[in-house]
């Protein structure tokens, strides 16, 4: 445990790197396969090199995007859903405040067991 605390070591960053361009190279390797496999027989194409692939990923990239869904990180929707609730619930009255819970508790009865409820007292003959 001590050893992942201290950080990475010379050796581990170094593996990591080869890791890296080796994983790089293959999705290459792959792009120039299939379009040599493919575009040729189905639309007369030309046959591609290695660094002719590597310009096609490169310019798709440029040309689609990085996928980072526009600097969003993970979990950001569900923190939109979080503030709109949260906007929701202050400009509710009390009374649907209440009826809200009570819904949601029905809702949810037999998720969270180990809280107890005045109901689940009550009906606890039902279930036995």
């Known amino acids: 445990m001590g050893r992942f605390r201290r950080g990475f070591d010379f050796k ?29 027989e189905l639309f007369n194409g030309p046959a591609v090199t290695y660094w002719q692939a ?16 526009g600097g ?6 569900r923190a939109e859903w979080k503030d709109r609730f949260r906007d929701k619930w202050q400009n509710m009255s009390a009374e649907d405040q209440q009826e809200l819970r009570d819904k949601m508790r ?23």
């Not at 593996?15 to 575009?39: H, Q």
């Not at 969003?72 to 929707?77: E, L």
């Not at 029905?106 to 036995?128: H, I, L, M, S, V």
């Open 12 to 40: 581990t960053k170094l593996l990591m790197g080869l890791c890296g361009i080796a994983f790089v190279a293959a999705v290459i390797f792959v792009t120039m396969t299939l379009w040599n496999w493919l575009i040729p």
């Open 106 to 128: 029905d809702r949810c009865r037999g998720w969270n067991r180990w809280t107890p409820d005045a109901r689940d007292e009550e009906n606890k003959e039902k279930f036995q």
């Open 72 to 77: 969003r990180r993970f979990g950001s929707r």
């Open 54 to 69: 590597f310009g096609l990923l490169l310019l798709g990239k440029l040309l689609f995007g990085w996928h980072n869904n």
